[in-house]
């Protein structure tokens, strides 16, 4: 599991995630993820259209990620989902606290709405 | 964990079996099931994120939590409320980061009506008696820990006689197979339709086929499987 951040108008990062967010994939990315996103307090848009597989400890990452930047007044967004991948975010009805949208075109204009 | 599982009911209105079988990993699964009162009858399954000790014994306290009722100024006739009341008492802030999905379902003797209410959890499955109908039972709601003040959807269905109810942990179908594929849910509900095992035991026929078509080895998550019968 591997993860890249580009930064975008507006103070805006874009997450690319790349890989399995199973236990091990998690682990393996989550202080980095957490230093490189959360800890900026910036707004992110976080792309999944790469990530093959997600558990449990993925939606932790997402959940404790959104709840960080939301106290830290920031928004994350999820999208790009593959059929698989959104099975599982619409299982946990993530959607109920973080936005997800089908490409990151809708993913920033859910930022803006 | 074994120890804290009901005793199978093998009469009455209302019927029960289980299979149980660990991950090499300590996981997260529990379930149960208690009678509420004359007329009611309780069943619940949860599955805490991650493995380890620390699942195992988030999923032990919240089964004590149901097993003893200790939910302060909740109706546990009331899935929406129970799961009201998990999610403000077991917030992941306070409890290590863990979350946990939860099947928790309610059936009334007198009415033959069920209600139930699931949260981050696949549908659990009612079967009729010739296996030809199998109606998915869920309600969309967040997992529960997640986020405090967040409200639970239930919904309500009816029993006809010789149903049979499967509550299971995606344990149960998330299974690297023989030939190298991943199952998912999919794969697993063709095996509902099958006749089911006579006198019992359909709980572990469901185990043995899954064994069946998984890889050598033990299966990568707990294997829980409640079956409830309503004669």
């Known amino acids: ?28 990315i989550e202080l980095r993820f957490t230093a490189a996103v959360v800890a900026t307090g910036r707004t992110a848009v976080v792309d999944l259209s790469d990530v093959s597989f997600l558990a449990s400890m993925g939606i932790r990452l997402f959940i404790t990620s959104a709840r960080a930047l939301q106290g ?42 | 964990m074994q120890s804290l599982l009901p005793a199978p009911i093998r009469s009455g209105p209302v019927m029960t079996d289980w299979f149980f ?30 493995h380890g000790v620390g699942a195992a014994m988030h999923s032990v306290s919240v089964m004590n939590v149901m097993r003893q009722r200790a939910l302060p100024g909740t ?15 077991f917030q992941m802030d306070s409890h290590n980061g863990m979350y946990f999905s939860m099947w928790y379902g309610v059936y009334d003797l007198r009415t033959r009506i069920m209600n139930y209410a699931s949260a981050g959890h696949h549908p659990s499955y009612l079967a009729n008696p010739p296996r030809t109908d199998i109606t998915p039972l869920q309600t969309r709601n967040l997992v529960i820990g997640a986020m405090p003040g967040v409200s639970f959807k239930e919904a309500s269905c009816a029993i006809a006689p010789a149903s049979t109810l499967y509550v299971f942990s995606d344990g149960v179908f998330e299974v690297a197979t023989k030939d190298g594929r991943q199952w998912g849910l999919p794969d697993f509900l063709p095996l509902l339709s099958q006749p089911p095992a006579q006198d019992g035991g359909e709980p572990a026929r ?26």
């Open chain 1, 1 to 28: 599991m591997e993860f890249d951040v580009t930064p975008l108008e507006g103070g805006i990062h874009r997450v690319h995630l790349n890989g399995r967010m199973d236990s091990p994939g998690v682990d393996r």
């Open chain 1, 72 to 113: 830290k007044g920031a928004k994350m967004v999820l999208y790009g989902a593959s059929k698989e991948v959104q099975s599982v975010l619409d299982t946990v009805a993530l959607d109920q606290i973080i936005p997800i949208a089908p490409d990151e075109s809708q993913a920033l204009a859910l930022l803006n709405a």
């Open chain 2, 21 to 50: 079988q660990p991950s090499t990993e300590l996981g997260g699964d529990a379930f149960g099931h208690h009678q509420l009162g004359e007329h009611s009858f309780a069943g619940y399954l949860i599955d805490v994120a991650g």
């Open chain 2, 75 to 89: 109706d546990f006739h009331s899935p929406s409320a129970v799961l009201g009341s998990l999610n403000e008492m």
């Open chain 2, 206 to 231: 469901l185990y043995a086929a899954v064994k069946q078509v998984a890889r050598a080895g033990p299966l990568d998550d707990d294997f829980s499987m409640l079956t409830v019968t309503f004669t």
